[in-house]
């Protein structure tokens, strides 16, 4: 079984950094993309940031310039650095990944970690 595990979040104030890391665990064959996601409250699932395996990334509009995407596929982690934290970003972020279990596999499988809480103080 497949597991995501977030670490990273924390209290930060406005103008802050933090760092988050996902890394899988378990049986990987393949790894196709990694990805950020934050669910504010009262407020819907919304991406982040996402990479995939050809370091192709994608960031939401109000993120881009401030936050970085990265990963080591070969340690099956990504990474989320985020610079000049803002209110705004307060929210759970969820590690997300599009994997292949094995090389017997049928195709690709979506999985989702269970968040790790980003508090931005003003």
């Known amino acids: 079984q497949v597991q995501l595990v977030e670490s990273g979040g924390g209290l930060v104030r406005t103008g802050g950094s933090l760092r988050l890391s996902c890394a899988a665990s378990?049986?990987?064959?393949?790894?196709?993309?990694m990805g950020w996601y934050r669910q504010a409250p009262g407020k819907q699932r919304e991406l982040v940031a996402h990479?995939?395996?050809?370091?192709?990334?994608n960031y939401a509009d109000s993120v881009k310039g401030r936050f970085t995407i990265s990963r080591d596929f070969a340690k099956n982690t990504v990474y989320l650095q985020m610079n000049t934290l803002e209110p705004e970003d307060t929210a759970v972020y969820y590690c997300?990944?599009?994997?292949?279990?094995?090389?017997?596999?049928?195709?690709?499988?979506?999985?989702w970690g269970q968040g790790t809480l980003v508090t931005v103080s003003s």
């Open positions: 997300n990944a599009i994997i292949m279990r094995s090389s017997r596999s049928v195709g690709y499988v979506e999985l």
């Open positions: 990479i995939t395996s050809k370091d192709i990334t």
């Open positions: 378990g049986s990987i064959f393949d790894i196709n993309a």
